[in-house]
């Protein structure tokens, strides 16, 4: 009976949301509606969205398939967001509809999630890590963006990495050596600026065994070839350069500060 519920509970808020009015899912949606809101980095990770009433949804983005154009093209955007983006989106929801809703009312944002992330199956993680890292990339990329960093963000970057050409090299190095699918990753950890890549659709917030990358994000890169290869084939690097052309350094900025 409480599958039933449960189940009936999704269909209604799948339909719901076709009219654009889910409430809990607006966190995302108002996130991404605007480039000038300035909170938006800190409403994704503030994401609270999911319980036995509410669903994921793929957040729109602040921009046009071929905003980004020459540097990513309008073909890998739209499918990486539409499809590749929902995909993770689609699966979570069907991922945490099967789990024990005691364990789902006890974590419901991403965040509790990724730091309960060994209690709960693969699917979640995969999909969950998806979905946050994703919706944090998109955040981290616009239209004539690229540059320098600045304020506090600029100085602590000239700080941790003596300078801002010598940050690039080294973020650029972790997205080359990334091997196979993942994600570079620019990080707070222990009050210093922190550079690392993580495996599949891991992220530093989640907490597992290892050593693996640990910290709050400032800046992300999706290394997956998915993310590349219609345009740059096997060239990863040429990717990494054209990321340098839009990163949002207001963005990374607001992360900082947050
Ligand atoms: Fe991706």
Do not use: C
Request: charged content about 25%; hydrophobic content about 35%.
């Amino acid at each position: 009976m409480e599958n039933s519920n449960t189940r009936r509970n999704f269909l209604k808020q799948t339909a719901i949301l076709s009219t654009g009015t889910i409430i809990g899912s607006s966190l995302f949606n108002t996130a991404f509606a605007s480039e000038k809101n300035t909170n938006s980095e800190k409403h994704i990770l503030e994401a609270a969205i999911v319980n036995a009433e509410d669903i994921y949804t793929l957040p729109k983005l602040a921009y046009s398939y071929d905003a980004l154009e020459p540097h990513i093209d309008v073909t890998t955007m739209e499918i990486h967001h539409k499809k590749h983006h929902q995909g993770y989106v689609t699966n979570l929801n069907k991922a945490i509809e099967s789990l024990d809703k005691n364990l789902i009312d006890q974590s419901k944002t991403l965040e509790n999630i990724f730091e309960k992330i060994s209690k709960f199956p693969d699917s979640v993680r995969n999909n969950a890590g998806g979905h946050y890292n994703h919706s944090l990339f998109w955040t981290l990329m616009k239209p004539n963006g690229g540059g320098n960093p600045k304020g506090k963000l600029a100085e602590a970057i000239n700080k941790d990495f003596g300078s801002f050409e010598e940050f690039k090299k080294q973020f650029s190095d972790a997205s080359m050596k990334r091997f196979g699918s993942g994600w570079a990753w620019l990080v707070v950890q222990d009050g210093k600026l922190v550079i690392g890549s993580t495996a599949n659709q891991d992220n530093p917030l989640m907490r597992l065994r290892g050593k693996g990358l640990k910290g709050k994000p400032v800046l992300a890169l999706d290394v997956w070839e998915h993310a590349y290869y219609l345009k740059n084939q096997n060239r990863r690097a040429d990717y990494v350069t054209s990321f340098w052309n839009v990163v949002n350094w207001d963005a990374a900025e607001n992360l900082f500060n947050s």
